[in-house]
């Protein structure tokens, strides 16, 4: 069983269009994290979002944790090929140390 | 440049041939970890370790072990490899809670 549930785990669009990736799960965190991988490459942090119903944008990409944080969204508006990848979004349980992370979503923009 | 190292980048062997993969962070982080990485199934910590002389069992350890001597490198040994420890391997480093945890290029290992 995951404890964190990203959806949807392919998602393939044209250039242009908007998306939104999901993490979910019924634990609560005291932060959550996304990482983008790219091919043979270690992920690498986009974002960390602490506060429940925090909003952080990142250029094209806005983060939303959610307000009993336990949930958090990526948004990306007018998605570029240069977007493509691997998202993994992470979670710190409160009061533990480790990072738990979803199973990913691969993305891919086509031109 | 901060970064986290890992060699070999690429690693096929046998079945039951002693292996270990070096990691080293030049960062001075207290904390660092070993992932897995297969389809599906995301990232699953292996082992972790908070300091120097403590490690600890994180979500999939069985056939690993580690080592933390120093501060700077977290070695991962698989003793006697079988073919179900065939994945991409990231080790990773972070300072406190809320830090930015870093990761490694990953190895990809095969057990035939």
């Known amino acids: 069983t995951q404890l964190l549930e990203q959806s949807p785990q392919f998602l393939s669009i044209q250039e242009g269009e908007n998306l939104t990736v999901y993490c979910n799960s019924s634990s609560v965190f005291s932060s959550l994290q996304w990482y983008r991988q790219e091919p043979g490459e270690g992920p690498v942090l986009l974002v960390t979002?602490?506060?429940?119903?925090e909003v952080k944008k990142l250029k094209r990409l806005t983060f939303q944790f959610g307000d009993a944080r336990k949930d958090s969204s990526l948004h990306i508006t007018a998605a570029q090929p240069g977007d493509t990848g691997l998202y993994l979004c992470a979670g710190r349980i409160q009061g533990a140390q480790k990072l738990v992370f979803g199973q990913g979503t691969r993305l891919t923009i086509n031109p | 440049e901060a970064q986290v190292t890992q060699n070999p980048r690429y690693l096929i062997t046998v079945t039951g041939k002693k292996l270990t993969v070096t990691c080293s962070q030049n960062m001075n982080h207290e904390y660092m970890s070993w992932y897995r990485q297969d389809p599906g199934l995301g990232l699953r910590q292996i082992y972790y370790?908070?300091?120097?002389?403590?490690?600890d069992k994180g979500d999939v350890p069985e056939g690993y072990k580690v080592s933390r001597k120093e501060k700077r490198n977290f070695p991962l040994i698989l003793e006697s490899p079988s073919p179900n420890q065939t994945s991409l391997y990231f080790c990773a480093s972070r300072g406190t809670a809320y830090n930015e945890q870093f990761f490694g290029p990953g190895t990809r290992l095969t057990v035939l």
């Open positions: 370790s908070m300091n120097v002389e403590v490690t």
């Open positions: 979002v602490v506060t429940g119903g």
